[in-house]
């Protein structure tokens, strides 16, 4: 068990501090998008001259936003899942269980960081966006279309934070069923937003 908390306590610390920038940085690309999204009523609505990049932009931002956040949901126990089954179970079944669905789920995130791979790196990362473009000079005089693979990067890191907190998962899994429990520190939830 100690060589079990020796390998978890770096990976939990770096997963803290990785998924707390990451949250402070959704935060600002949910923002972003809510920006986007009301300049886009706005011009479409009220001046009835829709623009071109609001919508992409939007997207944009929230697939950052879910690469960002996603790992902390799942860190926390955020995400849906049915474990009435396992509730009923002796408590040391229901570890097994839920330690065969984490490396299941491992599986399945490996898979994704292939596709996501192939996304950045690929055929159809090599495409630019529709309508963003950033400036290449301070007197926006050049400008750069964003490339799709930006854009896709967000599936690439989502997928290889959600491996990190997995694998994280899975030895707390494995301390607690060797009677560990009382060593592991809680994942902390008061980093939220406005909290102290």
Do not use: H
Request: charged share 15%.
């Amino acid at each position: 068990m100690g060589a079990l908390l020796a390998v978890m306590t770096p990976l939990r610390l770096v997963n803290e501090a990785v998924l707390k920038l990451g949250r402070g940085l959704g935060v600002v690309a949910v923002a972003l998008m809510v920006t986007a999204i009301l300049i886009q009523v706005f011009y479409r609505y009220v001046l009835n001259n829709a623009l071109p990049w609001p919508d992409e932009a939007a997207r944009f931002c929230m697939l950052w936003m879910t690469g960002l956040m996603a790992p902390t949901a799942f860190r926390r126990g955020g995400f849906v899942a049915i474990d009435t089954v396992v509730r009923l179970l002796p408590e040391r079944l229901g570890a097994l269980i839920s330690l065969i669905l984490l490396f299941l789920s491992l599986g399945v995130l490996i898979v994704a960081v292939q596709i996501g791979w192939s996304e950045v790196t690929g055929f159809a990362g090599k495409f630019a966006t529709a309508a963003l473009y950033l400036p290449t000079d301070l007197s926006f005089e050049s400008w750069f279309r964003v490339p799709r693979s930006w854009m896709m990067a967000s599936l690439l890191f989502g997928v290889t934070a959600l491996i990190s907190v997995n694998i994280e998962l899975i030895l707390r899994a494995l301390v607690k069923m060797m009677g560990g429990a009382e060593a592991l520190p809680p994942i902390a939830l008061e980093e939220q937003v406005g909290a102290e």
